[in-house]
């Protein structure tokens, strides 16, 4: 039986400490935008300075309903099976230089972990700044959980 995830991407800039989470808007050009934007293509953490795509809903790569099965580009070396369907993202992501950067693939497990919201329902993410999020299971290039 096929099973598939959602994920994100990310694009990892530096990893610093772990505190509270400071937003940013990023439009697709990588242009920082003010908190009352409507439109945007990314979410930048100024605490771990990664980098993160909000999802669409606009049936395109980023899509919030699009499913992938794990493996692919960051995943090469883990064992096991491996599918390449989360490569069309994450090429496709590079290729448009999504937020003006070309360097994405798919989050590490404690990268997930960064964005979680405790004490708070599903989805476990601040809805404000990634409103298509589904309340679901998500893959990170991590092997196991």
Same mark, same amino acid.
């Given at each position: 039986?096929?099973?598939?995830?959602?994920?994100?991407?990310? *694009?990892? /800039?530096? /990893?610093?400490?772990? !505190?509270?989470?400071?937003?940013?808007?990023? @439009?697709?050009?990588?242009?920082?935008?003010?908190?009352?934007?409507?439109?945007?293509?990314?979410?930048?953490?100024?605490?771990?300075? *990664? *980098?993160? =795509?909000?999802?669409?809903?606009?049936?395109?790569?980023?899509?919030? @309903?699009?499913?992938?099965?794990?493996?692919?580009?960051?995943?090469?070396?883990?064992?096991? !099976?491996?599918? @390449?369907?989360?490569?069309?993202?994450?090429?496709?992501?590079?290729? =448009?230089?999504?937020?003006?950067?070309?360097?994405?693939?798919?989050?590490?497990?404690?990268?997930?972990?960064?964005?979680?919201?405790?004490?708070?329902?599903?989805?476990?993410? @601040?809805?404000?700044?990634?409103?298509?999020?589904?309340?679901? !299971?998500?893959?990170?290039?991590?092997?196991?959980?």
């Amino acid at each position: 039986m096929k099973t598939t995830i959602r994920i994100a991407l990310i *694009l990892t /800039v530096w /990893v610093t400490a772990t !505190v509270q989470a400071a937003y940013i808007k990023v @439009d697709v050009n990588g242009n920082e935008l003010a908190d009352s934007a409507t439109e945007w293509s990314c979410v930048y953490d100024d605490v771990t300075q *990664l *980098l993160w =795509e909000k999802k669409t809903d606009d049936e395109g790569i980023h899509d919030k @309903d699009n499913t992938y099965r794990w493996g692919g580009i960051g995943a090469e070396g883990t064992g096991g !099976v491996r599918y @390449d369907d989360w490569d069309t993202l994450v090429n496709g992501t590079n290729s =448009e230089t999504l937020c003006g950067q070309s360097g994405w693939g798919v989050p590490s497990m404690q990268q997930l972990r960064e964005l979680v919201m405790t004490g708070q329902g599903s989805p476990t993410i @601040d809805t404000d700044y990634f409103p298509n999020t589904k309340p679901s !299971v998500y893959w990170s290039s991590s092997p196991l959980a």
